[in-house]
């Protein structure tokens, strides 16, 4: 699919300029249209480059107004991705016959007479497979096309999502992952944080993920707990003891799921502790699920949490390093609004420290695919999508894909390195094959980028556009 030398050409060009500071657009119009369609989305379309242009501030407002308006409408999934966003009932009933197919073949190998040929093996895991690769296909399909999904709410879906993780590898976690996506967190990305902090804490895909289904009054279970407070909320350093962590995994005790009674959610009362508790304080009668919920929504609202969420928004979308005073005046919106995410998410956009050009931020690997993708049309094809997550696998950031709860990382000093730069280039110059040259992006272009491009053959130039050092940047 790609020319021979088209590789090494690239290369040439990231190993001259890319880990040198780039050069900012000459336009100051062009300079923040481009840092609002990065940030604010994945990369300009033709149409958004145009309007963003023309008042950067407005239409970085409109974004957000649009974001949380998108987040009340049911998402545009294609026909044959749809099964991934089942009621959680019929997800729940389908994993269940895969592991009771899965059960009955272990048993039948068990079973079987020594010396006789092996037995056949079903594909037992075909379910939650494709529940899977129909989560992810539709993901980079819509960070990738506007007209599919507000780019804004693809955004903040995806930082959500990295808050709140859970791995796709665990095997329990793996058929609700979509599910989880779309009704926790793009549903919630742009409401209310305690709301979607409440969602998660009971959907299946998290009471797996962190072992809170397991966890009761006769074997407690820290690690939803602890994860809740140290990353989901608070942060390590907000002043609590172990004592919290476990007076919180009480509180929770009988927090479940019933998929053979047809619960995502259950909450079993005869696994509950229903002594009183002490959290940061405060008592906690017996009072059911109530007593979880309290305490989350308390957790959710705490001024830590506040200053927690702040700061991750301000790196994600700011700088890596974010002035103080910035994430203190988000911290302050976030505890002014009870947690409203598109008021804080407008205190961002409408600070100067947005749009500082001091303030510079380097693409993840899904960043890079994502808007790569965009300059392309959008990711149209099984092939181009299996290309795509085979991209992200390689580079560090598989799509569902990170262990620990804690998220994969955003800054610069994780995602700046020799060979990813290599393997950047090489996804480029292999999308650029079958892609016109993306013309409206010249713009957004250092002018020694742009006279480095032209020297090369009409062939080329669209990949290099996208091995670019500035395109690398948001």
Not at 186 to 210: C, I, T, V, W
């Amino acid at each position: 699919m790609r020319p021979p030398h088209s590789l090494a050409t690239a290369a040439i060009l990231f190993m001259a300029v890319a880990c040198s500071p780039v050069l900012a657009q000459s336009d100051p119009n062009t300079a923040a249209a481009w840092r609002a369609t990065s940030r604010l989305g994945y990369g300009p379309t033709t149409a958004s480059a145009h309007a963003a242009q023309a008042g950067a501030r407005n239409w970085a407002l409109e974004q957000v107004e649009a974001a949380h308006a998108a987040s009340q409408r049911a998402p545009a999934i294609p026909q044959d991705l749809l099964r991934f966003n089942d009621p959680l009932t019929t997800i729940g009933r389908n994993y269940q016959a895969e592991r009771e197919a899965r059960r009955t073949l272990r048993e039948r190998v068990a079973n079987a007479p020594p010396m006789t040929a092996a037995t056949p093996r079903a594909d037992i895991e075909g379910f939650s497979r494709e529940m899977q690769q129909s989560a992810v296909a539709w993901r980079l399909m819509a960070c990738s096309d506007p007209s599919m999904e507000n780019a804004l709410l693809a955004r903040m879906t995806e930082f959500w999502f990295n808050h709140l993780n859970v791995f796709v590898g665990k095997g329990t976690v793996r058929p609700f992952v979509g599910h989880y996506v779309i009704n926790v967190i793009r549903a919630n990305a742009m409401g209310k944080f305690e709301d979607m902090l409440l969602a998660s804490a009971q959907h299946p895909a998290m009471l797996f993920y962190l072992d809170q289904a397991q966890s009761n009054v006769r074997g407690l279970n820290e690690n939803y707990a602890r994860e809740l407070m140290e990353l989901h909320t608070l942060g390590v350093d907000a002043g609590y003891t172990q004592n919290d962590v476990r007076e919180l995994a009480r509180i929770l005790t009988g927090w479940s799921v019933g998929l053979q009674q047809g619960e995502p959610f259950r909450f079993a009362p005869r696994l509950h502790d229903n002594g009183d508790k002490v959290l940061l304080g405060r008592t906690f009668r017996s009072n059911g699920v109530t007593e979880g919920e309290e305490a989350i929504r308390m957790l959710a609202r705490h001024p830590a949490t506040a200053k927690r969420i702040a700061l991750r928004l301000a790196t994600t979308f700011v700088a890596d390093k974010p002035p103080q005073a910035l994430v203190d005046r988000l911290a302050a919106t976030f505890t002014q609004t009870q947690g409203d995410i598109r008021m804080v998410m407008r205190a961002l956009v409408e600070s100067p420290d947005f749009w500082r050009a001091e303030n510079t931020l380097f693409k993840t690997p899904l960043d890079f695919a994502c808007s790569a993708l965009i300059a392309g049309g959008g990711a149209r094809e099984r092939r181009e999508i299996q290309y795509t997550l085979s991209f992200l696998s390689q580079a560090g950031q598989p799509m569902h894909g990170w262990q620990t709860p804690d998220g994969y990382k955003t800054d610069a000093a994780t995602w700046l390195a020799p060979e990813a730069l290599t393997r950047r280039a090489d996804f480029a110059m292999t999308l650029g094959t079958r892609i016109g040259e993306p013309s409206y992006l010249l713009p957004f272009l250092s002018s020694a980028s742009r006279d480095r491009i032209v020297q090369e053959p009409p062939a080329l130039r669209a990949g290099l556009m996208l091995a670019s050092p500035d395109f690398m940047s948001k």
